[in-house]
């Protein structure tokens, strides 16, 4: 094994906006290479009361990112006396990424909600680019999940459906995408402010092929396969 070889850094990461603010989630494994160095990570990182980050890529640079603009957004909003606006906290993470795009390995899914525009979701991907989505999701669990989303999405959904709509994804990604797994972290943002919900990984539903959680490898033998899950 080589050692010195480019590391692959895998995750999960979504943003959904609904009818009147927005849900981020990701999954918790930090992987090096083959090797998990951490498997109850928090990808979701908070800029300030009402803005958060979901970082996925290399976790050095994307907190980096995350340090520097939490710092900014503190200045900005003590000159202004009042909270910066989602899109003030995007377009700084756009400029940092932009600016450095040559030397950072990190896409970033910004989210939150202000009084001028309410909840709103933004991705910047590697390179710096900035796009206002409506659900936006990363990581190298994304790959799985355009065709899921394109059939679950849908306009006007309650914060519950919303909700329950990211914790399925993450838990389809984790399934199909060896660089994701651990637990499903959720942060609903809204006008009464922020709710973080945890969902440990034996609570998550199972897909296709997946086992149910034994205590003991023996048990396995024994334990018939799930049927598929639902949409």
Known sequence: MDLNAPHSMGTTIIGVTYDGGVVLGADSRTSTGMYVANRASDKI????DNVYICRSGSAADSQIVSDYVRYFLHQHTIQLGQPATVKVAANLVRLLSYNNKNMLQTGIIV?????YEGGKIYGIPLGGTII???????????????????QAWKEGMSKDEAEQLVVKAVSLAIARDGASGGVVRTVIINSDGVTRNFYPGDKLPLWHEELEPQNSLLDILSAASPEPMNI
């Open 45 to 48: 990182t908070q800029l300030t």
């Open 132 to 150: 206002e989505q409506p659900f936006a999701i990363g990581g190298s669990g994304s790959s799985y999940l355009y065709g899921f989303f394109d």
């Open 111 to 115: 989210g939150g909600w202000d009084k």
